[in-house]
């Protein structure tokens, strides 16, 4: 295998990564949507989001990655969560 081929190879791998991380992100973020709803919080929380995208800063420039990219990468994660939140509260109304 020539190098090229090699480090697609090791792209792949963490693109798997990703996708299970994310996958394992949204069953929790389902559970955190159902304790919401069962206590009657809102789906958004604006301070949590806040101190994230702190969060996400600090873990950007620790790891090399260009800020803009990791809160543009984690706002559409938020924005999906929030959407699931949503419908899960909509699923308990009815």
């Known amino acids: 295998m020539n190098e090229l081929q090699e480090l697609r ?7 798997e990564s990703l996708i299970r991380t994310l996958g394992q992100r949204f069953a929790i973020t389902e559970r955190v949507g159902h304790l ?3 206590q009657a919080l809102p789906s958004i929380d604006p301070a949590r989001e ?12 620790q790891y090399g990655v260009e800020e803009s990219v990791a809160q543009e ?7 999906a969560v929030v959407r699931n939140h949503e419908a899960i509260r909509q699923a308990g109304e009815q």
């Open 9 to 15: 190879a090791q792209i792949d791998l963490l693109d």
């Open 36 to 38: 919401k709803r069962e």
């Open 50 to 61: 806040t101190k994230q995208a702190e969060r996400i800063a600090e873990l950007a420039k």
């Open 73 to 79: 990468v984690m706002r559409v994660v938020i924005d």
